[in-house]
């Protein structure tokens, strides 16, 4: 747990003078406890990779990673403590196999978390899972404006962050073939707790962590935790955009018998954070190939600052639109403030293990979740002024452009680049779900051969209603940058405020929908074990029910907005629902009563559609492990994965029915699948008098991709259809010596399109995945000496690859722009001093090096400049803490 203090000059004093910086990380998946003494450092090595801990993420519970078919991580709380994340992506870099595309450490979420090169090619965690003690935390981590991360944070309060790549997620979980993640609540199997204070050092921010837990009688134990914070953010936002808490706790009661348990547990988050999009940089640009050849490749790289914003420590969000308007879902101007992500969730749930007899045992997970919240914030691309001046705003053309806000308001705008991206405020109303795992095994002999049978339904409901208000607006294209106004020649004022419209920006700027998803789905495991030789094959049947309904939009009337320059008239779209209500609600001085008139648009009218179908498939997978020896086992597997397309799916009218049917195009496009293939080799044991664990895992992967891609660059089909191949290798190794471990986590992907439903010369057949390093690591060495402990840890990963499709215009044929980003390489660093057996004092930094770096290739690149709009890594940050065990 951690706590941070604005002004705590006393524990950074004292945290200064006791330490000397160190870099890295230490093993990362230890989790011994602290030493008290110095004299026991060399005496407890470090668990490595836990092969010999139970594997508990979509599996049987009863193996052992050495003896799991599968490629399993268990991360544990020391690991990300020395590695000290700022935020969910960087948690997940320590999973071989997984890849964070196109964020940069962003604390409110909005990752796009893909496996194995199966991109999250529309966004979000589109083929995993994220769980809590093995319950989806939402069952589709695509969720528009609701990804699965937002409604997660690890604290103290977590035993550990286990996953599983590839393997059985396809059979033991739904909606996460390539991938699951699983959060592993503490339960009070030991006791006592801990308190740690953790401050920004080169930022403003404080933390809280805690956690206790333990015994109340024999059979029946406890624990409780979470975390309470606020801050400024290591991009130094002008206002407080950080702020939160999240508390969890549960209770168990073990049986008399001695035979089982059942426990209770709740979890509240109310945490706003804040979502960091594209932000620029300046780059040096060598492009190759022709508009009329069909092909540019672009290559960027030797990155320098953008004028006026450093990407690494600033942020466009800015204290010059903290607020601004919107037009709600009742057809009313209201005030949006900017909160970032701000989710907020209450869940209950349950947990019952009994065992009838030796060979009968009895699993329910149950989980009831009240999410609700907003994803609230201002898009980033930097566009020339130039192009802007003779564009058209509003059916009036731009002359001429001024300050809105700050200490320029009413000048003219000189800039070079302004910000053309919209403000997004999207009100999740309702997020809430409902699961329930229920599972039966048996274990028989026949003869020598030992099986394993077992049986599980899983039922999950998931409620996905919501409201976008998405306006065209224009600002500064600097760091905390003023928001524009545009005028014509004649000095007419086209925008108030640097907004130019209410929910215009998009084409669904005013989508309001409400569905519900209903996934039944049984399942079921057979094992057989004979001797060194263990076989496993599993089936799941995956029902899912959509209903619900998602209105269509229509031009909507136009308001007189003012600020301090004058009034400006702005358009409107609205939900076709709201079109419905009474006039007075947007029609300003209409008559009760009175019907408005909209005209419509064929460029922004589109109908809505009911929603009422169900689609099943199936999924399976097949595994064998053999010992080779005690301490070493090797395996393969064979797997298909069916992933069922939810709301993205609703986003285009034509693939339905009136009554809300799926037609055939519908039909097509309902489930994706992912195949996978693997083979392992897993090792632990003693090599030149230390101590070595290895996990290797070769694979290859195929995705058949159909859905709906928000973020598509303007002018190409949002509607995706491709087909993607991957092979690759993952490796976990790690290595024990006296006081010396170090750690090292590396996967290398090849992952193309084998076929992106275009037409040559503009298929991108045979490309390179989109923002999709060949080569990512991270390798952490550390040495203990007893008192203090020091380490760092290298994070780097190759290039990576983005596309732009131009279609032919009636000036320039259709082309194909490759643009590539250059390797980036991160170093981070800690240390730690326990002056005494129950009390810790550490310094984390992270990119210790001030690096100008990134994390994937994005779209905000435009042909002939030099400036990029990306998701930059966050700069150096530093922070220290005070941790006290009880």
């Known amino acids: 747990m951690t706590i941070q203090f604005r002004h705590s000059t006393s524990l950074l004093a004292l945290t200064a003078s006791i ?64 590695y000290a994340p700022r935020g969910e992506a960087s948690l997940y870099r320590l999973i071989p196999g997984v890849l964070v595309q196109g964020v940069s450490d962003s604390p409110g979420g909005n990752l796009n978390i893909a496996a194995r090169g199966v991109p999250s090619y529309v966004g979000g965690a589109e083929y995993v899972q994220l769980q809590e003690d093995g319950l989806p935390i939402v069952l589709f981590g695509d969720i528009q404006f609701g990804n699965a991360d937002y409604w997660i944070r690890n604290d103290l309060a977590n035993a550990r962050v286990e996953s599983q790549v590839g393997g059985r997620d396809s059979t033991f979980a739904s909606q996460g073939p390539s991938a699951v993640i699983n959060y592993i609540s503490k339960t009070g199997d030991r006791d006592g707790g801990l308190v740690k204070l953790e401050e920004g050092v080169n930022f403003s921010q404080n933390r809280l962590d805690f956690d206790y837990g333990g015994h109340l009688n024999d059979t029946l134990r406890f624990n409780f935790g979470g975390f309470v914070k606020d801050g400024y953010d290591p991009r130094h936002f002008g206002y407080l955009a950080s702020k939160g808490y999240q508390i969890k706790g549960n209770i168990t009661k073990e049986f008399d018998d001695g035979k089982g348990f059942i426990r209770f547990s709740f979890k509240r988050m109310d945490d706003q954070e804040p979502t960091y999009t594209e932000n620029p940089v300046l780059a040096n640009v060598t492009t190759t190939g022709s508009i009329s050849s069909g092909l540019t490749t672009t290559v960027l790289h030797s990155f320098s600052q953008f004028p006026g914003f450093d990407a690494r420590n600033q942020t466009n969000q800015s204290i010059y639109n903290q607020q601004y308007q919107v037009l709600n879902n009742q057809g009313q101007v209201t005030t949006a403030t900017m909160q970032g992500i701000h989710p907020k969730e209450t869940a209950f749930g349950g947990e019952l293990h009994y065992e009838i007899d030796s060979n009968i045992t009895i699993d329910d997970k149950f989980r009831y979740t009240d999410a609700s919240g907003v994803f609230n914030t201002q898009f980033y691309n930097a566009l020339t002024t130039s192009s802007l001046i003779g564009s058209t705003v509003n059916g009036q053309t731009v002359a001429s452009i001024k300050y809105a806000d700050g200490p320029h308001q009413g000048q003219a705008y000189t800039g ?78 086209l925008t108030a405020n640097g907004q130019a419209g209410f929910n215009n920006n998009w084409g669904l700027g005013a989508d309001n929908y409400s569905f519900n998803f209903t996934d039944d789905a049984p399942y079921l495991d057979l094992g057989f074990n004979f001797g060194k030789l263990d076989l496993d094959g599993s089936f799941r049947w995956n029902t899912v029910r959509a209903d619900g309904w998602n209105d269509g939009v229509v031009q909507g009337p136009t308001y007189a907005v003012s600020d301090a320059l004058g009034t400006a008239q702005l358009s409107s779209v609205l939900s076709s629902g709201v079109a419905g209500a009474s006039a007075a609600a947007y029609a300003p001085g209409a008559a009760p009563g009175s019907t408005p008139t909209l005209a419509c648009n064929p460029s922004i009218c589109s109908s809505g559609n009911l929603v009422n179908y169900t689609k099943s498939y199936s999924s399976w997978s097949f595994g064998a492990l053999y010992s080779l020896a005690s301490t070493t086992t090797v395996y393969a597997r064979i797997s298909r994965g069916g992933r069922f397309n939810a709301d993205r799916q609703t986003v285009n009218a034509s693939r339905f029915n009136a009554d809300g049917s799926l037609n055939a195009s519908g039909n097509g496009d309902a489930i994706n699948y992912v195949t996978q293939q693997e083979i392992g080799l897993k090792s632990h044991g003693r090599v030149v008098g230390g101590q070595y664990d290895v996990s290797a895992t070769l694979f290859r992967a195929q995705l058949d991709e159909h859905n709906f891609n928000l973020t598509a660059p303007a002018g190409s089909n949002p509607f995706t259809d491709a087909v993607f191949h991957s092979y690759g290798l993952e490796l976990d190794a790690g290595y024990h010596i006296a006081r010396f471990t170090i750690q ?68 320039t044929p259709g082309y194909i722009n490759a643009v590539k980003l250059t390797a980036t390489t991160f170093i981070n660093a800690f240390a730690t001093v326990r002056p005494t057996s129950n009390l810790e004092l550490g310094v984390n930094a992270t990119n210790l090096l001030n690096t100008l770096g990134f994390r994937s290739a994005d779209n905000g690149y435009t042909p002939g400049s030099n400036v990029l709009s990306t998701a930059v890594g966050l700069g150096r940050t530093i922070t220290a803490s005070l941790q006290y065990k009880f």
């Open 19 to 82: 330490m000397t910086m160190g870099v890295g990380m230490t093993s990362a998946y230890a989790d011994a406890p602290a030493q008290t003494a110095p004299a026991q450092a060399d005496q407890a090595p470090p668990e490595g990779i836990g092969l010999e801990q139970i594997v508990v993420t979509a599996s049987k519970g009863d193996k052992t990673q050495l003896k799991s078919s599968v490629a399993v991580t268990s991360i544990s709380n020391q690991a990300i403590e020395d």
């Open 416 to 493: 070079a680049y302004y910000n053309g991206n919209p403000n997004i405020n999207t009100n999740m109303r309702d997020v809430g779900s409902l699961a329930n795992d229920l599972r039966v095994e048996g274990k028989f002999a026949l003869d020598a051969v030992k099986i394993t049978a077992f049986a599980g339904w899983f039922h999950m409901r998931q409620t996905i209603a919501m409201d976008w208000h998405v306006n065209q607006t224009f600002s500064d294209a600097a760091a905390n940058g003023a928001m524009l106004d545009l005028f014509t020649a004649s000095g007419a004022q």
């Open 744 to 811: 090292a986590i590396a996967t290398y992907t090849h992952s193309i399109y084998a076929a992106d439903g275009g037409d040559a010369p503009l298929s991108l057949a045979g490309y390179q995945s989109p923002r999709s390093p060949k080569l990512q690591y991270v390798i952490s060495p550390s040495y203990d000496f007893g008192l203090a402990r020091v380490g760092f840890s290298v994070d780097g990963q190759d290039g990576t690859w983005n596309y732009n499709v131009y279609e032919p215009t009636a000036t």
